[in-house]
């Protein structure tokens, strides 16, 4: 239909325009037809944007290539001078910047700091069905998100999670169920943006500081569009700060990623795959494909893709070292700036207007701090600060078996390929926490880094758990756990303790046969595999044959947990449930 001239309006997102195929088989042949080009939320172009995407800067060579005569508009709602004038250049000469005011005057702003997330989720509670009409609350992290959505399910508000893991079809009815309020609230991370328009949504909530100015500016200003009055409410905690110096730390890949990605793909005619890169590499998938991203979008680029496979080009390439300290300094500086906006005294308002430039900067005179006293009351209830934290405490997660060997790194030692067969599986497992998280994920940081010896209260709130709320089928007959050779009594001791709280045997029956790298450095699937190939063995015990609880304190890829299941299982035991004290999220953001 785009080639046959049946369409007036075509909607396109950055990564779809930075398809090759898309762009030679669509957009050039109609590219002499075009009669405006727009860019929205025109930011995302420059370093300096609060959320650029590498996928917007190709839209700037694009435009590069468009007919001299096409009209370009590049539009956004946030963006300081700073921002403004590298888009200009980037677009090219002859750019008129156009500039309205930012003051929203329906909008009232207030912030309130409650250090712990139980405090919080106690607040959300109590106050969120005071406020008028339905509103979004903005978390940093999917796992958050997740989190506040069940809490305030639990208590009767209509609330979903929204964020980038769930599928497309869903999110386009979850918001719908927000336009049509029927939430009271979608709980969701950065991913509701660009695009999402209610006129009458009533509030907009941060459960943690955002990092920038820009950044909550472009999500508190959804709040009040259509209506005369509307709340921006920012929530802070002392774990802003952990979450968001990981944003900062991971933007830029390691000099030593992109060295030996290009070192990879320079010993290879033919090119390669991101899974050949995987087995080459002892990188994540995910930072692999983060390097690549970033190296397709350098003008000259030092590598490009044909059919999957990527090459290296005859370029010498030399990271930008000076541009990325000075977007890193800046990402820093901006969240200085955010931890000043949640202490100031003046109007709320105007310090966000004077962060953004805004000529027409003044005081709204609705804020907390032009009235003297709270929007909204800042405190809440003991009882539902203590129902928030057992909540926390009972967040234990899933540990889902793996039904497939990544590719031929167990053959050699073991003659695993391919599926992974029924009989041979793990069971599903459970992770008490997540690591570091607000309920029991710090005591396990303690015990594990700390203190040596993890806490009779973890051994409580594990058994508490298999016996009450996970209560596997069949029960567990006997206990064992996967040998440390680092800390060969951290993880033994703590199994022993709990089979003794469950009142089962502890048998330990696997054994480490040779000595191999930390898991926690082997970074992707192949990798984690392979260094685990051929490195323990199970002793014969009569015993052996029932169902059994397989005990580790952390799970990250859950490649040792699914080889010592296959191995018990081919020894003759019974189904194997893994456990672990908590889990490692590689990629949560």
């Given at each position: 239909?785009?080639?046959?001239?049946?369409?007036?309006?075509?909607?396109?997102?950055?990564?779809?325009?930075?398809?090759?195929?898309f762009?030679?088989?669509?957009?050039?042949?109609?590219?002499?037809?075009?009669?405006?080009?727009?860019?929205?939320?025109?930011?995302?172009?420059?370093?300096?944007?609060?959320?650029?995407?590498?996928?917007?800067?190709r839209?700037?060579?694009?435009?590069?290539?468009?007919p001299?005569?096409?009209?370009?508009?590049?539009?956004?709602?946030?963006?300081?001078?700073?921002?403004?004038?590298?888009?200009?250049?980037?677009?090219?000469?002859?750019?008129?910047v156009?500039?309205?005011?930012?003051?929203?005057t329906?909008?009232?702003?207030?912030?309130?700091?409650?250090?712990?997330?139980?405090?919080?989720l106690?607040?959300?509670?109590?106050?969120?069905?005071?406020?008028?009409?339905s509103?979004?609350?903005?978390?940093?992290?999917?796992?958050?998100?997740?989190?506040?959505?069940?809490?305030?399910?639990?208590h009767g508000?209509?609330?979903?999670?929204?964020?980038?893991?769930?599928?497309n079809?869903?999110?386009?009815?979850l918001?719908?169920?927000?336009?049509?309020?029927?939430?009271?609230?979608?709980?969701?991370?950065?991913s509701?943006?660009?695009?999402?328009?209610?006129?009458?949504?009533?509030?907009?909530?941060h459960?943690?500081?955002?990092?920038?100015?820009?950044?909550?500016?472009?999500?508190?200003?959804?709040?009040?569009?259509?209506i005369?009055?509307?709340?921006?409410?920012?929530?802070?905690?002392?774990?802003d700060?952990e979450i968001?110096?990981?944003?900062?730390?991971?933007?830029?890949?390691?000099?030593?990623?992109?060295?030996?990605?290009?070192?990879?793909?320079?010993?290879?005619?033919?090119?390669?795959t991101?899974?050949?890169?995987?087995?080459r590499?002892?990188?994540?998938?995910?930072?692999?494909?983060?390097?690549?991203?970033?190296?397709?979008?350098?003008?000259?680029?030092?590598?490009?893709?044909?059919q999957?496979?990527w090459?290296?080009?005859?370029?010498?390439?030399?990271?930008?070292q000076?541009?990325i300290?000075?977007?890193?300094?800046?990402?820093?500086?901006?969240?200085?700036?955010?931890?000043?906006?949640?202490?100031?005294?003046?109007?709320?308002?105007?310090?966000?207007?004077?962060e953004?430039d805004?000529?027409?900067?003044?005081?709204?005179?609705?804020?907390?701090?032009?009235?003297?006293?709270?929007?909204?009351?800042?405190?809440?209830?003991?009882?539902?600060?203590?129902?928030?934290?057992e909540?926390?405490?009972?967040l234990?997660?899933?540990?889902?078996?793996r039904?497939?060997?990544?590719?031929?790194?167990?053959?050699?030692?073991?003659?695993?390929?391919?599926?992974?067969?029924a009989?041979?599986?793990a069971?599903?497992?459970?992770?008490?926490?997540?690591?570091g998280?607000?309920?029991?994920?710090?005591?396990?940081?303690?015990?594990?880094?700390?203190?040596?010896?993890?806490a009779?209260e973890?051994?409580?709130?594990?058994?508490?758990?298999?016996?009450?709320r996970?209560?596997?089928?069949?029960?567990?007959?006997?206990?064992?756990?996967?040998?440390?050779?680092?800390?060969?009594?951290?993880?033994?001791?703590?199994?022993?303790r709990?089979?003794q709280?469950?009142?089962?045997?502890?048998?330990?029956?696997?054994?480490?046969?040779?000595?191999?790298?930390?898991?926690?450095?082997?970074?992707?699937?192949?990798?984690?595999?392979?260094?685990?190939?051929?490195a323990?063995?199970?002793?014969?015990?009569?015993?052996?044959?029932?169902?059994?609880?397989?005990?580790?304190?952390?799970?990250?890829?859950r490649?040792?947990?699914?080889?010592?299941?296959?191995?018990?299982?081919?020894?003759?035991?019974?189904?194997v449930?893994?456990?672990?004290?908590?889990?490692?999220l590689?990629?949560?953001?």
């Open positions: 239909r785009l080639l046959a001239d049946q369409i007036d309006l075509l909607l396109i997102s950055p990564e779809r325009l930075a398809n090759e195929t762009r030679e088989n669509y957009l050039l042949p109609i590219a002499a037809s075009i009669g405006l080009f727009v860019v929205d939320e025109a930011h995302c172009i420059s370093d300096w944007g609060h959320d650029f995407r590498p996928d917007y800067r839209i700037v060579r694009v435009i590069q290539a468009l001299r005569n096409i009209p370009i508009v590049a539009t956004t709602a946030t963006a300081n001078d700073r921002v403004v004038c590298d888009v200009a250049a980037q677009i090219g000469a002859g750019v008129q156009i500039r309205g005011p930012l003051t929203r329906s909008l009232a702003l207030q912030n309130i700091h409650l250090p712990s997330q139980a405090a919080r106690a607040w959300l509670a109590e106050q969120l069905p005071k406020l008028a009409g509103g979004i609350i903005y978390a940093l992290t999917k796992k958050d998100a997740e989190h506040i959505a069940t809490w305030l399910q639990m508000i209509l609330a979903a999670a929204y964020h980038s893991d769930i599928a079809e869903e999110r386009v009815a918001e719908a169920q927000l336009l049509g309020n029927q939430l009271k609230a979608l709980v969701a991370t950065s509701l943006g660009m695009g999402f328009d209610k006129p009458d949504l009533g509030f907009v909530i459960f943690h500081r955002p990092g920038s100015v820009v950044h909550y500016y472009q999500q508190v200003g959804r709040a009040g569009r259509a005369t009055h509307a709340y921006g409410i920012m929530l802070s905690g002392d774990d700060d968001l110096d990981y944003f900062i730390k991971t933007a830029f890949p390691p000099d030593t990623h992109t060295a030996e990605v290009l070192a990879a793909l320079e010993l290879a005619d033919h090119g390669l991101i899974r050949d890169l995987e087995q590499l002892n990188l994540r998938r995910s930072h692999i494909t983060h390097v690549l991203k970033l190296l397709s979008v350098e003008t000259p680029s030092p590598v490009s893709q044909q999957g496979r090459f290296l080009n005859p370029i010498n390439y030399q990271p930008d000076e541009r300290q000075r977007i890193t300094q800046l990402r820093r500086t901006e969240q200085q700036r955010m931890r000043d906006y949640l202490h100031t005294h003046e109007c709320l308002m105007r310090f966000l207007g004077h953004l805004d000529p027409a900067v003044a005081e709204c005179g609705r804020c907390a701090n032009c009235i003297g006293a709270p929007l909204v009351p800042t405190d809440y209830t003991v009882a539902m600060a203590v129902r928030a934290a909540f926390l405490q009972r234990d997660q899933p540990i889902e078996p039904k497939q060997w990544p590719g031929d790194a167990l053959l050699a030692a073991h003659g695993w390929r391919g599926n992974l067969p009989k041979l599986q069971a599903e497992g459970r992770a008490l926490c997540l690591w998280d607000a309920g029991w994920g710090e005591l396990v940081r303690q015990g594990k880094q700390r203190d040596g010896r993890f009779d973890l051994v409580q709130a594990a058994a508490g758990l298999i016996l009450q996970w209560r596997p089928s069949p029960m567990p007959t006997w206990v064992t756990c996967v040998p440390s050779q680092r800390h060969p009594r951290l993880v033994a001791d703590f199994a022993q709990l089979a709280a469950l009142g089962l045997p502890f048998l330990a029956v696997v054994q480490r046969i040779r000595p191999t790298a930390s898991q926690k450095t082997m970074c992707n699937s192949y990798q984690q595999a392979h260094n685990l190939a051929g323990f063995t199970i002793k014969q015990d009569s015993r052996l044959a029932g169902p059994l609880l397989l005990v580790d304190d952390i799970v990250d890829s490649w040792t947990f699914t080889l010592l299941a296959a191995l018990l299982r081919e020894a003759g035991s019974g189904p449930f893994p456990f672990a004290l908590a889990q490692v590689a990629d949560d953001v």
